[in-house]
């Protein structure tokens, strides 16, 4: 319906997932928690595991982007960062250390926020140079 607000929708795959929630009114996305506790090696990456499924809205794709302050204090940064709309598995995010230490991430931490953002699917074409 016209004016209808756009639902991300989700699953809890298990007791330890944690909701998708919002800082703020206006915050830009949803900040996701881990589900588990891990340790993420000075110069070394893991995949932390959110232990939700979700459902984006229509026309959207979920980008995952890095906390400014895990990035500025921590040195951790996201990769990978793009969950596409028919992704129905478990919500990993790609944790980056660029830092000289370990870093440990304790079960409900958050880790990343998703950022709902519309997309188009263009047709490809081969033209001549």
Request: net charge positive; no cysteine; charged share 20%.
């Given at each position: 319906m016209p004016g209808d607000s756009p639902v991300l929708r989700f699953v809890k795959l298990s007791?330890?997932?944690y909701a998708p929630i919002k800082g703020s009114e206006k915050a830009a996305g949803f900040d996701l928690?881990?589900?588990?506790?891990?340790v993420?090696?000075?110069r070394g990456k893991e995949l932390v595991k959110t232990d939700l499924q979700i459902d984006l809205p229509e026309g959207c794709y979920g980008r995952v982007a890095p906390r400014s302050g895990l990035a500025w204090?921590?040195?951790i940064d996201v990769g990978a960062g793009v969950v596409d709309a028919d992704y129905r598995g478990n919500v990993g995010v790609v944790l980056f250390n660029h830092g000289p230490e370990d870093f440990i991430v304790k079960e409900g931490d958050r880790i990343a926020q998703l950022i709902c953002e519309?997309?188009?699917?263009?047709?490809?074409?081969?033209v001549e140079s």
């Open positions: 007791s330890k997932a928690k881990s589900a588990y506790n891990y993420i090696p000075s204090k921590n040195h519309r997309i188009l699917y263009p047709s490809i074409q081969e």
